[in-house]
């Protein structure tokens, strides 16, 4: 479970960061779900490394969500 919740989480960073590139923030509305899975999956086999990525990956993505218009 730590290991593909670390995964999922790396995931999520990588997408993240495309979803930050102007026109590729569609992007983290697929992230943001990739990235509560890992984090789930990360607080069952108790990886804090896994629930720190998940948890940036979330915060970030909503953070660009907001100030490009995705989420009013």
């Not at 670390?6 to 960061?17: D, E, S």
């Not at 697929?30 to 069952?44: D, E």
Request: overall charge positive.
């Amino acid at each position: 479970m730590q290991t593909i919740g670390r995964i999922f989480g790396i995931l999520a960073l990588i997408g993240m960061i495309i979803g930050m590139i102007p026109l590729f923030g569609w992007l983290n509305w697929l992230n943001i779900p990739l990235a509560i899975i890992g984090l789930l999956l990360s607080i069952v086999g108790k990886s804090k490394g896994g629930i720190t990525i998940c948890v940036v990956a979330i915060f970030f993505g909503l953070l660009r969500l907001m100030l490009g218009g995705g989420i009013v």
